[in-house]
């Protein structure tokens, strides 16, 4: 009952002992990818949403999307004819916000693309794949700039650098300034004192037992 239990899940999301990826992480089941790809559709033009959308020139009011969709007013309903969309501003202000979603899925499939991926069966040029010695200088690229990535920039680096070893040891030396300059300067000074006393106590003891003598002696 165990067994056929684990096969059946082993079913529902795609994982197949027999598979050749034993060796690489195994890539998720199309059923699960589904709801990823469908986020990437809103992913893809989420920035068009705060674009401006002129739609009201001859009452001179600029709306975008996002505010058509939660001012709820009868005059977004029932428009004019005359009243003229813009959509050369529309487009020219959505082009740079929609590239930076482009430019990110680009990136992100460069590096993060598996040898094993599906497009090699679509005759697809797989970049981290070898193909050659000509190839050792940009995988050393990539390579770096994958480890700058999965390593959040080295950011963790530079703190521990900057501020915990600096704070480590400004704290080192406030502790040694402390134990070898301020208590040897306070311990110092006790101990001369307590010398300069027990000497000063000696020399007064032995001037006036002189000084009794010399008195005995003379009269």
Sequence with gaps: MVKKTAHSIQYLYGVNSDQKCLKEKCESDNTILFPMLVLVLFTLFIGAIGIPFNQFNQEEMNLDILSKLLIPTLSLLHQNQNE????????????FSVS???????????????????????????????KGPK???????????????????????????????????????????????????????GFTSFFAGEGIKYVGGVASLFISYYIYFMY
């Design 84 to 95: 003229s969309v813009d959509w050369y501003e529309f487009v020219t202000n959505s082009t």
């Design 135 to 189: 190839r050792i200088l940009w995988d050393k690229i990539i390579n770096v700039i994958y480890d700058w990535s999965y390593n959040r920039g080295y950011i963790d680096v530079f703190y521990a650098i900057s501020l915990t070893e600096g704070i480590r040891r400004l704290a080192e030396l406030t502790s040694f300034f402390d134990r070898r300059v301020i208590d040897g300067i306070t311990n110092g000074v």
């Design 100 to 130: 930076i979603a482009y430019l990110g899925i680009f990136i992100a499939s460069s590096l993060y693309k598996p040898i094993y991926s599906s497009l090699q069966n679509l005759k697809f040029l797989n970049l981290v794949a070898k």
